[in-house]
């Protein structure tokens, strides 16, 4: 049988579970942090790009002279490498050809659409991608496309690229995200080969908990009785007798038959489990029954080691108990008992003998009664 206690130990189960519970937390709390950065920062550049977008719109209808001197300055910065403005008639200004409108390619007529639907304030922005301004210039960009509005009328979509390359070494989160696609560090695999590690090992703890409690459960159903939920005899074991054991008492419904085949096996049935249940709720927590046989229950009384419980008062009082029974349908019925009081060193086969002679003689004489076992009960069933 397994052995529950250390299955559900502290050691075994809660300490890996508190550990990688904790390690779990930490690991995820430091890619929330360096979510939650990356996000500001891309947002405040969405942001100052988006101002820069707006003095654009501003110079490209002003002189051409003017509007050269802002796009060098602009392009002076190394993250941005790309400044568009998408205009509604499907023409794009580009910084590579500020004078000549061309039309949307298929990216672009995508971030447009996509940045047509935000309100202001809104933008769309890409999964890091690989962007040739030239052969030889490959260059890992992010693009944030956006509505640009004036006086609250929609002028067009601005379009802006992130450099992720010339990102500075404190947004971990591009980086991350730009590494993942293309050269893993150390330190991602590491961080997220831990984060799976501790996950996996929080599922695994998780199931085994599960696994026992449910195998607990099984066992703890196959070990009592389905009528009356009490333990079965098959689960008594002598092993268990101890200083502690005070006395062996079998209890049996008195003419049981009779109830049967009067009222039916359902009414038999409900007496029986009426039974069982006044038996449970006049016992103490220490005492354990059984439900040996049919309408037979063992109870053995149990106490501290030099107790000596008073066992014919409980019994007489269990079945005065029993006898008030009152449940619509169920006729009155009353138990006899028979009962043994149990010495250190007794043998137990002898002990549940000795206090079934006292029941049957508790039937003899009468029912409806409780009977100690004395040697002269034994001479009186030989004889
Ligand atoms: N309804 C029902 N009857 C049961 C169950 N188990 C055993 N019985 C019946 O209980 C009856 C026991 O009858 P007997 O052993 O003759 O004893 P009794 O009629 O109680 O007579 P005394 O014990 O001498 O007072 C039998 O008819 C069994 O079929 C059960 O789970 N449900």
């Known amino acids: 049988m397994f052995d529950f206690k250390s299955v559900f130990s502290f050691k075994k189960t809660y300490i890996p579970l508190i550990l990688s519970g ?16 990356a996000i500001k920062f891309a ?19 002003t002189i051409s002279l003017q509007r050269d001197r802002f796009i060098e300055q602009v392009y002076e ?70 509505p640009v509005y004036e006086d609250g009328k929609f002028l067009g979509v601005g379009v802006s690229d992130i450099n992720v390359d010339a990102l500075n070494a404190d947004t971990h989160f591009m980086k991350l995200e730009y590494y993942r696609r293309e050269k893993p560090s150390m330190d991602f695999y590491v961080m997220n080969i831990t984060a799976c590690f501790f996950m996996i090992f929080l599922v695994l703890c998780i199931l085994r908990v599960l696994f026992f409690v449910l195998v607990d459960k099984v066992f703890t159903q196959s070990r009592h009785d389905l009528l009356t939920g009490l333990k079965r005899r098959e689960h008594f074991s002598s092993d268990k007798i101890d200083a502690r054991t005070k006395a062996f008492c079998f209890l049996d419904i008195d003419h049981f038959k009779s109830i049967n085949d009067t009222y039916g096996h359902d009414v038999g049935d409900k007496a029986i489990k009426s ?25 053995l009384v149990r106490g501290k080691k030099d107790e000596k419980p008073d066992v014919p008062s409980m019994m007489t009082r269990l079945c005065e108990q029993v006898e008030a029974i009152n449940i619509k349908g169920v006729p009155k019925f009353t138990v006899s008992v028979g009962f043994y009081e149990y010495r250190v060193g007794d043998d137990v086969d002898l002990c549940i003998k000795n206090a079934d002679i006292a029941l049957y003689k508790a039937k003899r004489s009468g029912r409806n009664r409780v009977i100690r076992y004395d040697s002269s009960l034994a001479m009186d069933t030989l004889g």
């Open 22 to 37: 904790f390690f779990t937390v930490l690991v995820l709390q430091n890619e929330y942090q360096n979510i939650q950065s």
């Open 43 to 61: 947002f405040d550049r969405v942001k100052s790009n988006r101002e820069i977008n707006q003095l654009f719109i501003t110079y490209s209808r």
């Open 77 to 146: 910065s190394d993250v941005f490498h790309g400044l568009n403005f998408a205009f509604e008639d499907g023409t794009v200004i580009t910084n590579s050809d500020i004078d000549k409108h061309s039309t949307f390619d298929r990216r672009g007529r995508a971030w447009y659409v996509c940045a047509k639907k935000k309100k202001q304030g809104e933008y769309c922005v890409t999964d890091v991608y690989l962007d040739v301004l030239t052969p030889s210039r490959l260059r890992h960009v992010i693009t944030f496309s956006y």
């Open 275 to 299: 039974f069982s249940d006044c038996i449970r709720n006049s016992i103490r927590a220490e005492d354990v029954v059984f439900r040996w046989g049919g309408e037979e229950f063992l109870i």
